[in-house]
Nanobody
Framework: VQLVESGGGMVQPGGSLRLSCAAS????????MSWVRQAPGKGPEWVSI????????YYADSVKGRFTISRDNAKNTLYLQMNSLKPEDTALYYC?????????WGKGTLVTVSS
């Protein structure tokens, strides 16, 4: 199993970024997938989850209305569209496979929101 995140970077408050997570080594379409983030000096925070078909999504209150999770099962890729970014969104963002808990994680992509 391999999960590789990309798309992070530095953005000003109010800006947008789109994260991607390329999955390999397993049948991507058979697993729910999540995004999790960890801000500097803090513990991991679950951000969002999407079911296998992409029809059901859930979000943490802190990102609801600003972030959108999606997936392309044909491309084995998970996405996180992040809009109206705030400084408190600064964190390392991970994608994770869901199998009675998050059993595999990527290495993360860093998002920095700063003016």
């Amino acid at each position: 199993v391999q999960l590789v995140e990309s798309g992070g970077g530095m953005v000003q408050p109010g800006g947008s970024l789109r994260l991607s997570c390329a999955a390999s080594g397993f049948t991507f379409s058979k697993y729910d997938m999540s995004w999790v983030r960890q801000a500097p000096g803090k513990g991991p925070e679950w951000v969002s989850i999407i079911n296998t078909g992409g029809g059901s999504t859930y979000y943490a209150d802190s990102v609801k209305g600003r972030f959108t999770i999606s997936r392309d099962n044909a491309k084995n890729t998970l996405y996180l569209q992040m809009n109206s970014l705030k400084p408190e969104d600064t964190a390392l963002y991970y994608c994770a496979r869901e199998d009675d808990g998050m059993d595999y994680w990527g290495k993360g992509t860093l998002v920095t929101v700063s003016s």
